[in-house]
């Protein structure tokens, strides 16, 4: 019989979920950047990267444009 060892839970404090939505698409637009060069050679996934990408650059554009 094995021993299981219980991993502790993680409490998240309310100042980890406090994030706006215009900061979590530009750490998202940073993040795609990086995965999208580190897929240079997966043509499917550096697309798919690419047009996430592009799609969150628009919309944090917009939001800062119309507030």
């Keep these: 019989m094995s021993n299981v060892i219980p991993f502790p839970v993680r409490v998240i404090s309310e100042d980890e979920?406090?994030?706006?939505?215009?900061?979590?698409?530009?750490?998202?637009?940073?993040?795609?950047r990086d995965l999208a060069f580190r897929l240079r050679?997966?043509?499917?996934?550096?697309?798919?990267?690419?047009?996430?990408?592009?799609m969150l650059t628009r919309a944090l554009e917009s939001a800062r444009m119309h507030g």
């Design 17 to 32: 979920l406090d994030i706006d939505l215009l900061t979590a698409v530009d750490v998202a637009i940073r993040d795609l």
């Design 41 to 54: 050679g997966d043509e499917t996934g550096h697309e798919q990267a690419q047009e996430c990408l592009d």
